[in-house]
Structure formats: structure tokens, C-alpha cells
């Protein structure tokens, strides 16, 4: 079998041959990986395993938490989130287990009722989301389901291309923009102060322009001086624009993917808005859950510490990811990717037309990933180069094989590109 | 003070100015007794607490509860609801912590997308749905959000009135119909056979016709033989309509209120449909919980078991309203009341004109009552007459003396009624 030290020098057709045998050894493991989705693995669930013993049920302020009731969020939960997301406790709201959920919910409200702005979004139609790409799946999904039209944005290391983002808001027609702006999914960057003071203070054509903010990565380091965001809220409120953004984040990385709690923060005004909705639709979310979460973290230094313990598991599958990449592709010119700070997601981007093969090929050595063009709308990426790497869930070990798996497909995918 | 055997053969300034002293005196006492929603009792909420206890994450399908995934809730809990719906599993999907969010997101997407039989409604608009009234108001508020026209339909002890409700289905426009098949919200009757039949077999002008079959209490008798309810997936597929029904649920009252679970049935082809528009909306909903509401309850037998234990903190307080009615006002023939065998509300009909000031007598007392017109369309009884007595929360001490105060607020404003 062939080391990894082969020189790209080497025969054409001799590294390719070596690369097959690699790939063929590696295949007849019989592997069985998943690296498709963002899910924490066991060990990190098993960090928030002491929530579980909860028996309190009253909360600070004397609520029965069994009983119906107190749409926005307990008290005590608000506080918690406004800690996180550095807002005032009556801008935010609590939701379920779902921030996708909450980001749904809005967008079917104005699309029926409108905002505190303008009139329902469905007597405006067409209308249409700026969608930075690559970008998250779900977000996408959501545009297509409701049939708003999707303008893809490219992003930078800063964020989404502001020149053409300030461009694209001059049509009213624009209804908002899909953000991730921390450790962004997949691209793993921060947006830049510039971007951030840029989309809060652009003119839009629509009045009910909005920015779906979602924060989802919030807290989410793996470095320990991590690079900081400004506040989305504050800025809008100061360049005039208030009502602008709607932020977003969640529990689902922090304690239980699926099992934890949503929150949505935002102007009085739009608080004011979506408990009007959420009213109609629900008595009120799990306090109990609530409660649990306030109890276990206890503020945001709570959490701090919690997730750094989430770090030290994560953190040794980034590097290996890096290391492997590095080491098999490193120079080759065939492949860039992301080097992010924090996250769940590594980008890789191939040579132009190479990604929809390099999955498959994986795929059939038993290793899943995120589809090909998931990060774009439609699933249709016109480069057909980005691939999603998510290396949370399996164990070190695995990951090392995975990645192995990978390079070693880029790597020929490429060879066949390059002689085509 | 006058005793309660004061016959209304005694001179009617004398009487008035007994019961005067009478409501004067309870209001002296500076109540402060809610009577206005269906809200359990902290002793019935202490049933449910060993579901805290719950340290397992694993199902018995080996997902890890504390991660992603499963929309459609998990097998387990979709055979606890399928037992106690009488249907299969497949056609159970399990929600978050609430039906109303369930039924509220069914009508949304039938707004914006459709439903398996045709376009959106939004499309078709204006669209009508058909309110048995008294009815529920935060069914009627769901329609009120969304413009959609509420026509009211009598009931009676077997249901709404069928001829009007075959009569009105001819109009394309109408599609869909608010049941609370079962110790309905707040007649306390449940639906006869044939109303059942007929819902199931009529002829609509709207394919896409849907009964919202609101199963709230079915499982909440206070009587060990209750009156059996005929099933409406069953029937609405013997006659050709599979598609018709949507049926829910919700362990609110039976585990914790808004910290339960919520479950719908229907058909298949209405389950896949709904699981389509879920997965746009969320990853999936609270497993955890879905957990410790099987291992706790583990079947019908064991929900069942736990309902009398409900039923054993429920009955006193209702018989005390019975008791207190009947005293006060038997025979008088300025109230007439519901006798129900389960759920959670009594509903007593004042002389037309009179259930307003009859509220407002009881409030300025410290007893706040459901808001008069609360159980119509837009809040407005056109006889005025409507009051949904809830007896769940307060203590039974708490019940007597609120239900004093109140048929003696009935009698007060009917002797004025009587006089004008």
C-alpha cells in the first residue's frame, strides 16, 4: 500500500493506481460513517445528562411550571438568553425545542398577516431572500417550501458580499436575508464588523425588509480568544432601523439536540408582534424544560464553562479533519477549506465540477456526506465544488478514516477532471 | 342573612334585598378565585411528578433521545396515542407540548400550500369554517387571525345540528368544521352515533373539507361508564372519505398542562402530507419528553388508571357546582346548566341579555369568571346569555363559594331582566 507521502511528482498513472488501492483498502472496511449533519455525538450529550434531575417545578418568580401559561418564556429563561445574546430579557422570547421552528413560524406570519411594517407578504408576492451561499439547508427549504424566490450571495471571509447585497435590497421585492453570522454553516466565518454596521444601516427598498439572524453558534468556540460579532440589535437600533433583525439561537449544541430550548430576540416591537402569533398558536412552550435549563446553566458563564467542555471533544476532530486534509492535499492546488474557529462545519471546496462525485464516491465506500449542493438553493450548486464536512458525530477514529476516504477521493475525482 | 330557602314566593324586594346582603357579604371576603380557564389543580399536576424521574434516554428502537431526528415522534409514543385513539401508529404523528399548535399549523399549511385534495386556500379565499357554538375560542381565534369566515351552528345534547351543517357544506367555500367530539368545550356533551355518521358521510362541495375533530378530553371522564364515542377515522374511511378527518389530542390534562405531549391521527396520504410540511417547520420535536411520557404511562391501561386518579380530585368539585345550581337556582327557571360526564367545563345558559352583567357581577366580586361571548365567534353571544363555569383550578372551599356568588349574580340580574 502506498504512504501518504506520495509526491504529487510521481507517475499520473502510478498515483492514480495508488490512490485506487487506498481507497479500495479503506472501502472493504466495510465502514459505515455518518459526517451528513451538524449532531453532537454521545459523549457531548452526555455533558447535560445532570439537567435530567431537575424535580424542581416553580420557578423564581413562584410559576407553577406544570401549568398552562406565560407565552414569552419564563422570566428567568428571558434573562438567561439576554445574557447570551447580550439584549435586555424583554427582547427576547423562548420558544420550544426549535429555533428552525421559530424562523419558520415568522416567516409564515408575514407571509399571512405581514409585519409591524407593511402588509402580508403574500399580497406582495413575488418576494424574494437574499441567501449568502454557501449557506444552511433548512433555510433554504423554507424559501422553497413558501415559494420565495432565492438570490444567492457569495460570501467572503467577512460575510456576504455587501456590494452586491446593498445592490440587491434597492428591489422592494426583497424580503429578507438569511444569515449565520457566527461560525457560519458551512463556511465557519464570523462576519466582520464592516458587514455587520453595513447590513444594519443600508437603505432597503422594502419597509419590511428583514434579517433573519440566526445566531445559532452563538457561543459555540473552539479557541479560546475568540473573534467577536457585533450585536446585530444594537446596531440597527442605532443606524434607525429597529424593527430590522430578527436573531435567533438555541440550546440543540449546547444541551440536547432536539431536547432543548429555541429563542428568538428582537425589538419590542416585533416582540410585541410575534407573541400576537404565537398567542393564537400555543398556550405557552415546555417551562419545565425552561426551568431545567436555567437550573443546570445558571447564567452565561454557566454556560461558558459548559461549552468548553464541548470544545475540548470537538476540538481534536477539527484538528484531525485539518491535519489529514493538510497532509493528503495540501499544495495540491486541488482542493481549499475552511479553517474556522468555532462551529460545527468544516467547507471544502473542489475543483469546479468535482463535488457531486467526490460524495458519491465516498458514499459508496460506506461514508456519508452532505449532499452535493445542499448548501445552495434548490440543492443545485453551479460551481458543483462545495462539500459540507461535519465531523461532530463520529468518533476520532472514524473521522481519521473518513477524511482519509475523502482526500483520497478528491484526489482522484480531481485526476479525472484534470484529464478530461 | 337570608338562608338559601328563601322561596321566590316571597315578596320580590325582599328577595332581591336578600340576595343583595348575601353578595355583599361573599364580596367582603375579597375573593380572588380564577374560574376562567380549564387549568388542572396543583394536586392533579402532583399525579404526574415520578414522570421526573426519568433518567433513560435510550427508546426502545435504541434512538438516543438526546439527539436530532425523528419527526414524526417516536415509535413508542405513536402506539401509546394509536391505543388510545383507536387507530394505527402509522397515522399517528406526535407533537410538541401542544394541539393547538398542531391544528393551528394544520390550517396554516392548508392556507399556503394546500392540502392533498387541492390548492392553497389562500387561493381559494374567502374560505368558512362551521363553529358549533358554544364552542372553543381559541379554535375561533385561530380563524379570526386568518380571515376565515366563522359560521356558527347550534348544538344540542347529541351535537351540531346536522341538517344545517349538510345544508351549509353545499357552499365550496366551507372547509372545515371545530369538534370537541367528547365532553365538548363547554357543553359537556358527546357526540351521538348518527352526528358522527352523518359528519363522516356527507357530501361536500369542498374536496378539501376537513373536520378538525379536537379530541381534547378523551380520555377525562368523571364517570366509570362513560358514553362511547364513535371513531371518526373509522367511519370517515367506511364512507369513502379518508381523508376528512384530522383528529388530536393532547396529554395537557392528563400529565402536565403545557409540558405534555400533543398527537394527531389521520390517514396516511393527510400523514405524509403533514410530515412534509413538520420537516420544513423543525428537525423533530421533544423526544425526551416522548419518553417519559411512555415509560410512565406505558399504555391505555396505565393513562386510564392515572384518569381516575384525576377523576377522583375533579368529581367533588363538579358535584359542588351541581349541588349549588341545583339549590340556588332549580327550578327558578332563569338558568339552565350542562350535567357533564367528563371534561372539564360546565356551560349554563343565563335568560337572554343577561351572562355580561352576570360576569361582571361575579368579577367585581373576586370571582373571575370565562369572559361572557368568549364561547362565540369574534366573542359575541347573540343572546348574551352563554357562561363557561371551570371548576378545575380552585380548591373546593374556593368552588362553593364562588358558585354562590354566582347564582346569586344570576338571580340579580334576572330579577332586573324580569323587571325591564
Same mark, same amino acid.
Given at each position: 500500500m502506498t504512504t501518504s507521502t506520495q509526491t504529487p511528482a510521481g507517475a499520473p498513472r502510478d498515483r492514480e493506481q495508488a490512490l485506487r488501492t487506498r481507497y479500495d483498502a479503506i472501502a472493504a472496511r466495510r465502514l459505515a460513517l455518518d459526517m451528513t449533519r451538524g449532531k453532537p455525538c454521545p459523549e457531548q450529550l452526555d455533558l447535560s445528562l445532570g439537567m435530567l434531575e431537575l424535580r424542581d417545578y416553580r420557578a423564581a418568580d413562584g410559576t407553577d411550571c406544570r401549568n398552562y401559561g406565560v407565552v414569552e418564556g419564563l422570566p428567568e429563561a428571558r434573562r438567561l438568553f439576554a445574557e447570551l445574546l447580550e439584549v435586555e430579557p424583554a427582547e427576547v422570547i423562548v420558544g420550544g425545542n426549535s429555533s428552525?421552528?421559530?424562523?419558520? #413560524?415568522?416567516?409564515?406570519?408575514?407571509?399571512?398577516?405581514?409585519?409591524? #411594517?407593511?402588509?402580508?407578504?403574500?399580497r406582495q408576492a413575488p418576494i424574494a431572500f437574499l441567501c449568502p451561499t454557501p449557506g444552511y439547508d433548512r433555510h433554504f427549504a423554507i424559501c422553497e417550501r413558501f415559494g420565495i424566490r432565492m438570490v444567492p450571495v457569495a460570501m467572503d471571509e467577512h460575510g456576504p458580499d455587501m456590494d452586491e447585497v446593498e445592490r440587491l435590497v434597492e428591489d422592494a421585492a426583497v424580503k429578507g436575508i438569511w444569515c449565520v453570522p457566527r461560525y457560519s454553516n458551512p463556511t465557519g466565518i464570523t462576519f466582520a464588523d464592516a458587514v455587520v454596521e453595513r447590513l444594519a444601516r443600508m437603505p432597503t427598498a422594502a419597509p419590511d425588509f428583514r434579517i433573519f439572524w440566526d445566531n445559532a453558534y452563538a457561543v459555540h468556540h473552539l479557541v479560546p480568544r475568540p473573534q467577536p460579532l457585533k450585536n446585530m440589535l444594537r446596531e440597527c437600533r442605532a443606524a434607525g432601523h429597529p424593527d430590522r433583525p430578527l436573531t435567533f439561537t438555541s440550546t440543540s449544541k449546547i444541551s440536547f439536540a432536539g431536547a432543548g430550548l429555541a429563542a428568538m430576540a428582537a425589538s419590542a416591537t416585533n416582540v410585541r408582534h410575534v407573541v400576537g402569533g404565537v398567542s393564537i398558536q400555543t398556550i405557552g412552550h415546555d417551562k419545565l424544560n425552561q426551568l431545567r435549563h436555567v437550573r443546570f446553566f445558571r447564567d452565561a458563564a454557566g454556560v461558558a464553562a459548559h461549552m468548553q467542555k464541548h470544545a475540548a471533544i470537538l476540538k481534536p476532530k477539527f484538528d484531525a479533519v485539518q491535519d489529514i486534509l493538510e497532509r493528503e492535499l495540501g499544495g495540491t492546488g486541488v482542493a481549499e477549506w475552511s479553517r474556522p474557529e468555532g462551529g460545527y462545519f468544516i467547507s471544502l471546496d473542489t475543483l469546479d465540477g468535482c463535488a457531486s462525485k467526490v460524495v458519491a464516491m465516498a458514499n459508496a465506500a460506506g461514508v456519508k456526506l452532505t449532499a452535493a449542493g445542499a448548501t445552495f438553493p434548490h440543492g443545485k450548486d453551479p460551481r458543483d465544488r462545495n462539500i459540507r464536512l461535519a465531523p461532530s458525530l463520529p468518533g476520532l477514529d472514524e473521522i481519521r478514516q473518513a477524511m482519509e476516504l475523502v482526500a483520497i477521493a478528491i484526489q482522484l475525482v480531481s485526476l479525472e477532471r484534470q484529464r478530461a
Open positions: 428552525l421552528a421559530l424562523m419558520h #413560524d415568522a416567516i409564515v406570519q408575514a407571509l399571512l398577516i405581514g409585519t409591524p #411594517d407593511a402588509p402580508p407578504w403574500q
